[in-house]
């Protein structure tokens, strides 16, 4: 009877290894079918890769829906850690390793105006009209920390799609604006994520909201120390070491790994790896770069481009079958007047909290510069406006990451109220 049941799981792990493998298959397969079809629509203005793989995805979520019989829409489940531990670095250290450093700095005060102090106050906003609107909705069960966390949350902006219709030298100013601001936002929203969950908020007083501050700061200027030190120490150690002379591949994979090392470092010391892995890849372009041999130039220059293209299709194609995720959908048709309700007034309060900060913000910005040219005109005011109106995958991973710890705590309290029964035991808690 035992080896019987030894048998029986040893033939379910196979079979479950067997599908992981199928869904594997198929999502490389619509992967590369993105990239395919992407390129063949590359003339046309109002198609790009995100869009055709937004559409794929829906697309494959109608097919696996019928298939299934309307039981799931996805070929992958949706992993916090797959997104911020493999798909998030490629993109950010990408971004700050091919950014125009000049343009960037140029415009940095804006930047860090409009992704830092911008970000505090549509995530005040947010926050304090979530709280007030849900009330009168009679959402009563939650308290100041789901507030606070919902500001947080719907601060995080995602002006990829914004970026894929500007153009980097036709417009340098309105692209600096925009792409620096999502990402600092981004690092922002994270940073306060993570704050509000290390600090009991049931109870607010002076003392509390003094610390939240501090370590909120500390964060932020720990996560961008941190990225610049492990950049400045891969320039250091390729220049004194020179690899260059004995293997090109060294070099290559020396840079990818402190790439990495670095942002797996700010998650180890619980800070921004995206901050951190952003100024890395910034520090790295800077000084690293210039370090190495011209094959290796070429290569990390694309190597870095490819990983940060693959993840974006990777998370647009997911994004498009999650649309259609039938136990989502089951939700909002139990409740349609409430979800509705909510979503209105989750949009209104992003539309008030974006224009809170822009335009005044653009208002003094212009005040300081001399120049026309450099100053920010009303029309790219509005875009940067409405170019932070998306949620991307960071809002989605941190939702995930809200509802999964409050889960996890609920079914702690409820095994630990039922031990002596041994109702659950950590592997059922962990299975659920």
């Known amino acids: 009877m035992a080896l019987g049941s030894v048998l029986v799981k040893l033939g379910m792990l196979s079979t479950s290894d067997h599908a992981s493998v199928v869904s594997m298959n198929l999502f490389v397969a619509l992967l590369c079918a993105c990239i395919v079809i992407g390129h063949l629509l590359e003339e046309n203005r109002w198609?790009?890769?995100?869009?055709?793989?937004?559409?794929?995805?829906?697309?494959?979520?109608?097919?696996?829906?019928?298939?299934?019989?309307g039981k799931s829409s996805h070929i992958l489940v949706f992993s916090e850690d797959l997104f911020f531990i493999y798909l998030l670095p490629p993109i950010i250290f990408n971004a700050g390793f091919q950014v125009k450093k000049k343009q960037f700095f140029r415009n940095f005060t804006t930047i860090v105006l409009f992704g830092a102090v911008g970000t505090l106050i549509s995530f005040g906003i947010i926050a304090t009209?979530?709280?007030?609107?849900f009330k009168r909705l009679n959402m009563v069960s939650l308290d100041i920390g789901d507030y606070l966390a919902i500001g947080a949350i719907f601060s995080a902006t995602d002006?990829?799609?914004?970026?894929?219709v500007l153009n980097q030298d036709e417009t340098p100013l309105l692209y600096s604006l925009v792409f620096g601001e999502g990402v600092v936002n981004d690092a922002t929203s994270v940073v306060l994520f993570n704050a509000i969950q290390s600090f009991d908020l049931s109870h607010i007083n002076s003392s509390i909201a003094l610390q939240f501050i501090g370590n909120f700061f500390y964060l932020f200027v720990s996560s961008t120390m941190l990225g610049v030190v492990t950049g400045l120490l891969s320039a250091y150690i390729i220049k004194k070491l020179y690899f260059g002379r004995h293997s090109?591949?060294?070099?290559?994979?020396?840079?990818?790994?402190?790439?990495?090392?670095?942002?797996?470092?700010?998650?180890?010391?619980?800070?921004?790896?995206i901050l951190t892995v952003f100024f890395c890849g910034i520090v790295m372009s800077h000084y690293t770069w210039h370090n190495v041999t011209e094959s290796s130039r070429v290569t990390t220059k694309h190597a870095f481009a490819t990983l940060s293209f693959i993840a974006e299709i990777f998370i647009f194609l997911y994004v498009g079958m999650d649309a259609l995720d039938i136990e989502k959908w089951?939700?909002?048709?139990?409740?349609?007047?409430?979800?509705?309700?909510?979503?209105?007034?989750?949009?209104?309060?992003?539309?008030?909290?974006?224009?809170?900060?822009?335009?005044?913000?653009?208002?003094l910005t212009n005040l300081t510069k001399k120049s026309p040219n450099d100053k920010i005109g009303i029309k790219q005011q509005v875009t940067i406006w409405w170019a932070g109106l998306m949620r991307g995958a960071v809002s989605i991973a941190l939702a995930y990451n809200q509802v999964l710890q409050q889960f996890y705590f609920i079914l702690l309290v409820y095994r630990k109220s039922f031990k002596g029964l041994g109702f659950l035991s950590p592997l059922k808690v962990t299975r659920l």
């Open 330 to 363: 089951r939700f909002v048709s139990d409740s349609p007047g409430t979800s509705i309700a909510v979503s209105s007034v989750l949009v209104s309060l992003i539309l008030v909290g974006r224009a809170a900060f822009v335009f005044p913000l653009s208002f």
């Open 129 to 133: 009209g979530a709280k007030q609107f």
């Open 47 to 69: 198609m790009n890769e995100s869009i055709t793989a937004l559409a794929i995805g829906v697309c494959t979520g109608v097919v696996i829906l019928l298939t299934t019989r």
């Open 248 to 273: 090109t591949d060294r070099e290559v994979a020396l840079m990818i790994l402190m790439a990495y090392l670095s942002y797996m470092l700010a998650e180890l010391f619980y800070l921004s790896g």
């Open 159 to 164: 002006s990829v799609c914004t970026l894929q």
